[in-house]
Nanobody, 128 residues
Framework: QVQVVQSGGGSVQAGGSLTLSCAVSGDTGSRHYIAWFRQTPGKEREGVAVFSSGRRWTDYADSVKGRFIISQDNAKNTWFLQMNGAKPEDTGMYYC?????????????????????WGQGTQVTVSS
């Protein structure tokens, strides 16, 4: 059983920074992905950043490239989303998710349908 527990979030002024944390426990297997998604009312949940632990490879949605950084603390099985240069359009509910025990690398690792282990969500509000 894999558990995903998030922390962090809150409010920040435009241009500021905020860091979200995601602790993952349980057997994730050697090939797994940890990703951050965000959702706003009336819109689909979109992937913003992903970390492939097997290859230590990262990818980002175009809307956050150059501003957000996803990273891992190996010792604590914790992943972080550092949000820099925050914009009002970054406002939303952020979810951490894990795709674990994979037999192959994902073709579209930012696609939410790949993930079946989700955190509880945390609200991020960026004010102008």
């Amino acid at each position: 059983q894999v558990q995903v527990v998030q922390s962090g979030g809150g409010s920040v002024q435009a241009g500021g920074s905020l860091t979200l944390s995601c602790a993952v426990s349980g057997d994730t297997g050697s090939r797994h992905y940890i990703a951050w998604f965000r959702q706003t009312p009336g819109k689909e949940r979109e992937g913003v950043a992903v970390f492939s632990s097997g290859r230590r490879w990262t990818d980002y949605a175009d809307s956050v490239k150059g501003r957000f950084i996803i990273s891992q603390d190996n010792a604590k099985n914790t992943w972080f989303l550092q949000m820099n240069g925050a914009k009002p359009e970054d406002t939303g509910m952020y979810y951490c998710a894990a795709a674990v025990g994979l037999g192959r690398w994902l073709l579209r690792p930012l696609d939410r349908f790949n993930y079946n282990n989700w955190g509880q969500g945390t609200q991020v509000t960026v004010s102008s």
